[in-house]
């Protein structure tokens, strides 16, 4: 069966301070990866997508970045966070590019 | 512009009775709905989903309906049970997209003893 992980659950860190949160997938391939973000009191929004190996769609504008390394893996960074990254961030994988399946997630304060 | 809208914030049912979420939305070009169940701190977990070309789908104590001409859905669960206690999400899918799903701001579900 398959399995997302992601981690760290939780991160505090400083403004101007760099990110690197990471998702991995078990037992699929070549899977569509996300990376979603649920600011408090908001619904989800994409803020990546991937179809595969170094391919990397942005769907906002920010101070964020992805990449996709290997076929499971996927990568959110940033070089200097903002106050206004804070939030919860979610990793999920499609099997189809219907369904998502999403990770535990990473609860993420700029401080 | 919110394309996918869950007008209700929250939501409480008595235990055995039925719940019905509902969530509207404005992109006719949406082709697949989904619906998600969210616990605090953990990831959405998926419940249910519908395709454009259905009105109905039904699993378990879950039914999504889909109304195309009044671009609306709802998920019925019955009989409700304290644990279905969560957020739930309505999400859609834009025709051709990679499976890049438009969520709605959630209902709180409460199910009470």
């Known amino acids: 069966s398959q399995t997302i992980h992601q981690w760290p659950a939780t991160l505090v860190q400083p403004v101007g301070s760099p990110l690197s949160l990471e998702c991995t997938v078990e037992g699929t391939s070549n899977p569509n990866l996300y990376w979603y973000r649920q600011a408090a009191g908001r619904g989800l929004q994409l803020l990546f997508y991937s179809v595969g190996i170094g391919q990397i769609s942005s769907e906002v504008p920010q101070n964020l970045s992805a990449s996709r390394p290997q076929d499971r893996q996927f990568i959110l960074s940033s070089k200097k966070l903002l106050l206004s990254d804070s939030g919860f961030y979610l990793c999920?994988?499609?099997?189809?590019?219907?369904?998502?399946?999403f990770g535990q997630g990473t609860r993420l304060t700029v401080v | 512009d919110q394309q996918v809208k869950q007008n209700s914030p929250s939501l409480s049912v008595q235990e055995g009775r039925i719940s019905i979420l509902n969530c509207d939305y404005t992109n006719s070009m949406f082709d697949y709905f989904l619906w998600y169940k969210k616990y605090p701190a953990e990831g959405p977990t998926f419940l249910i989903s519908i395709s454009s070309i259905k009105d109905k789908n039904e699993d378990g104590r879950f039914t999504v309906f889909l109304n195309k001409s009044a671009k609306h859905l709802s998920l019925h669960i019955v009989p409700s049970q304290p644990g279905d206690s969560a957020v739930y999400f309505c999400?859609?899918?834009?025709?051709?997209?990679?499976?890049?799903?438009?969520f709605g701001k959630g209902t709180k579900l409460s199910v009470k003893p």
């Open positions: 999400a859609a899918k834009v025709w051709g997209s990679q499976g890049n799903l438009i």
């Open positions: 999920a994988w499609s099997p189809t590019g219907n369904e998502a399946f």
